[in-house]
């Protein structure tokens, strides 16, 4: 069964703290993965998108990493800020079909306090 | 600004009285979808556009309805909602035309948070 599993489910830090999501999945074919942040009443925002063959991306303070072999991805927060306080979605799309299908993970709500 | 539009964003209805929530975009995509979101269930994809007069379910059809006559506009009707349709729902774009590797941006509107009564 195609399944994304992202954890922590929640998590607290200090402004200014790095902080790692992790994402595991178990879609095949695969045929990217993605990070998504959404703000709390929000639509999901696009932070990076990778292929199989991309180990590392980055978005200014985010960097998301992908080890196709285990099929885990992380998302590296670096200096965080308030602003970073959402929740951060990882989806993966399988190849195939008409259109190929998005399967999202339940999401990390992370918390930076002051 | 490139943007997907929704409205309502807020809607309290009763059981049984037919609602539409619109979606518009302005960005030429050929592609449309809504999702619903749920606390610990994530989003989950309703129904979707590939263009004009083309719609397929998703995941959770049951209980919606879609049309598409316009590129740009792609509504969501609810004949007779439910208190289980209570939800948070967004609208999304993208172009059609996948390439290779699927790579596309998807455009996510601003969420339409309906409760039925």
């Not at chain 1, 590392?56 to 303070?61: I, L």
């Not at chain 2, 004949?79 to 939800?87: D, K, L, R, V």
């Not at chain 2, 059609?96 to 590797?101: D, E, I, K, M, R």
Request: with cysteine.
């Amino acid at each position: 069964k195609n399944q994304v599993e992202q954890s922590p489910q929640s998590l607290i830090i200090l402004e200014g703290k790095n902080c790692t999501l992790q994402c595991n999945y178990t879609v095949s074919p695969f045929s990217n993965l993605r990070w998504y942040k959404q703000d709390t009443g929000r639509g999901p925002v696009s932070l990076t998108i990778m292929t199989f063959s991309e180990n590392t991306k980055s978005n200014g303070r985010y960097t998301a990493t992908l080890d196709a072999d285990t099929k885990q991805s992380s998302l590296h927060i670096t200096a965080s800020q308030l602003s970073d306080s959402a929740s951060y979605i990882c989806v993966v799309r399988n190849y195939g079909g008409s259109q190929g299908n998005l399967i999202f993970g339940k999401g990390t709500k992370l918390s930076v306090k002051p | 600004e490139a943007q997907v539009t929704q409205n309502p964003r807020y809607l309290i209805t009763v059981t049984g009285k037919k609602l539409t929530v619109t979606c518009s975009q302005n960005m030429n995509h050929e592609y449309m979808s809504w999702y619903r979101q749920d606390p610990g269930l994530g989003l989950r994809q309703i129904y979707y556009s590939m263009n004009v007069e083309v719609t397929d379910k998703g995941d959770v059809p049951e209980g919606y309805k879609v049309s598409r006559k316009e590129k740009r506009n792609f509504p969501l009707i609810l004949e007779s909602p439910s208190p289980n349709q209570t939800s948070l729902y967004f609208c999304a774009s993208r172009q059609g035309v996948l390439g290779l590797a699927g790579l596309y941006e998807q455009y996510f509107g601003p969420g339409t948070r309906l409760t039925v009564t």
